[in-house]
């Protein structure tokens, strides 16, 4: 099948839908959703958090060895 033809086969499901009163475009989340959020803004997060506790543990040994 052509992508022309996969097209034209989604314009007409599409219209269907419509027809058959799939007025409700609201996107409904669920917990499962919620939940690939919440971990996904963990593993953005969490390196970031971890390097810049890293950096001030760095810092704050090398001053404690340099000014004690």
């Known amino acids: ?3 022309s033809d996969m097209d034209e ?4 499901r599409a219209a269907r839908e419509r027809e058959a009163g799939g007025d409700d475009d ?3 989340f669920t917990w499962t ?3 690939a959020m919440i971990i996904a803004a963990y593993q953005v ?6 390097l810049m ?4 543990l760095v810092v704050y040994l090398l001053f404690r060895v340099f000014f004690h």
């Open 1 to 3: 099948m052509r992508n």
């Open 9 to 12: 086969l989604a314009r007409r």
């Open 26 to 28: 609201t996107v409904r």
């Open 33 to 35: 959703d919620t939940l």
């Open 45 to 50: 997060l969490m390196p970031i958090v971890l």
């Open 53 to 56: 506790i890293g950096i001030l």
